[in-house]
């Protein structure tokens, strides 16, 4: 064997392993479950080809898949954009040359390494139970507390809120973006007589526009398939308006043995995560400014 063939062969060895993990864990799971979403698969018996009937009842005849579509589509435009904002508003005061500046970012990071795991939903239902922390804050400064459980805006803004303390992630891609801005730029933008806040919007945003645009599409994606948080501490209550596609995905799937019909709930969330993103990336070209002068 020669030696170029050898290394051809070497390099084929090593990226084998990868192959069969997107093979059995991407590639078969993709194919079998839009096979499914044309079938009555229960888990119970064997798979019957039915077609589109499954999509027919979704949109014509389901109800619940349009209350959990609308809070989705809700969740995902409240959360998005706030988390953004307040990771960029943490990333530009971090990014500060201070003393002990590492401990402060570490600890803003913690939340989301934490997740919406079971001690953390019992923390929020805490904070937020009708003689909670945030209810004795807000009668102290002389407003009515809130009934986060039962009002069905309160309970979509505290998984909001949820969402948007753990923005950990997004700040850290921002404190590093943040980090490669070359100082010239602010040095000849004060010498223009720019002052903060101008330099902010005429030097630093227009240099993050690549970095908000992939942080953009990472937490879009993340919102569409929140999960957690609805299922551990509101259970899509009340009146299911916090009853997220993913929640009704996993219900129809494990709660009532439904895997036909729940494989093509998934394809529409796919579809609709897919259709969002297509629209970011023909939008890019009008607001995001790469180093070289393009767009």
Known sequence: MKKSSRRKFTGLLYLMPWMIGILVFVVYPFGTSLY?????????????????????????????FWTSLKATVKFVFLN???????????????????????????????????????????????????????????????????????????AMFMLVILRVWQFGSAMVIFLNAL???????????????????????????????????F?????????FQEFDGPYLITGGGPSRQTYLLPMYIYDSAFGRYQMGYSSALSWILFIMIMIFTAVLFKSSKHWVFYADGGK
């Open 36 to 64: 499914y979403s044309f079938t009555d698969y229960s888990m119970l018996s064997e798979p019957n080809f039915v077609g589109f009937a499954n999509y027919r009842k979704m949109f014509f005849d389901d109800p619940v």
């Open 80 to 154: 998005v954009p706030l988390k953004m904002i307040f990771a960029l508003f943490i990333a530009y005061i971090m990014n500060a040359k201070l003393k002990g500046i590492g401990f402060f970012r570490t600890a803003y990071y913690i939340p989301s390494v934490l997740g919406a795991n079971v001690a953390i939903a019992v923390l929020w239902q805490f904070l937020f139970k009708n003689d909670g922390l945030i209810n004795m804050v807000l009668q102290a400064i002389g407003l009515n507390g809130v009934n986060w459980f039962s009002n069905p805006t309160a």
């Open 179 to 213: 980090a490669e801005i070359p100082q010239e730029l602010y040095e000849a933008a004060s010498m223009d007589g720019a002052s903060k806040v101008r330099q902010f919007f005429s030097v630093t945003l227009p240099q993050l526009t690549p970095i908000i645009f």
């Open 215 to 223: 942080n953009l599409i990472l937490q879009l994606v993340q919102a």
